[in-house]
């Protein structure tokens, strides 16, 4: 569970000057995980040990967690991240502001290992994949808003109550959120597309979910 917490932390901070270069995100995660002296792992050490990255390292995570075997709904409240992260991308922030009180919250060394152990696998094998190329947004703004409207698009097909329909537009959004992080336009291509593809399938069973309610109600 999430608590609160005032001690501060030793922040990781990537070196800004290696924006198109960054650590990998399995790397920062798994050094914050291995953190000797350090009982629980803030909110804000995370978003520090993300900058010069944030936005898409954020929307990264936020996405794979919601793609974690959580009970159904659990994504009600777990997609808000998704859009709170995207809105700030359209707005042109420099980096992700959360609430101060979000900020003080942590988990448990032994949770966040464990929440990491599921995640870095996925996360080095999409590493593996991306790299710079075929970028097709003349800068970092300009990419971050255009894809944050797509972002914020599929975290509301995220928030959505459907069942069995959010893991879809979560796991679109997380491949938007590597493109943008490794400035690869192809990946950006495939996230695209797999995103609309949800969106599809997303209306498609509302209106299944709409005619069998209508058929039984009728009949």
């Known amino acids: 569970m999430l608590q609160q917490t005032d001690e501060t932390m030793t922040m990781l901070v990537e070196p800004a000057s290696d924006e198109y270069h960054p650590r990998p995100l399995s790397a920062v995660l798994r050094g914050l995980a291995a953190r000797e002296g350090d009982s629980k792992v803030t909110i804000r050490c995370i978003r520090e040990a993300l900058a010069g990255r944030s936005f898409a390292a954020f929307l990264i995570i936020t996405c794979l967690i919601n793609m974690l075997p959580f009970p159904p709904g659990s994504t009600i409240v777990l997609g808000i991240p998704i859009v709170i992260v995207a809105m700030q991308m359209v707005l042109g922030r420099n980096t992700v502001w959360l609430p101060e009180f979000f900020l003080k919250?942590?988990?448990s060394k032994k949770a966040f290992e464990k929440l990491t152990t599921k995640i870095i696998p996925a996360l080095e094998k999409l590493e593996s994949y991306v790299k710079p190329r075929a970028w097709p947004f003349p800068d970092v703004k300009s990419a971050e808003k255009i894809i944050g409207i797509w972002a914020l698009i599929l975290g509301v097909a995220v928030i959505l109550p459907v069942p069995l329909g959010n893991w879809f537009p979560a796991f679109a959004c997380a491949i938007c959120g590597a493109a943008l992080s490794e400035r690869d336009g192809r990946l950006l291509f495939i996230g695209v597309a797999l995103g609309a593809a949800s969106?599809?399938?997303?209306?498609?069973?509302?209106?299944?979910?709409?005619?069998g309610v209508t058929w039984i109600i009728g009949g």
């Open 105 to 107: 919250q942590s988990l």
């Open 199 to 211: 969106i599809a399938i997303l209306i498609g069973m509302v209106m299944a979910i709409h005619f």
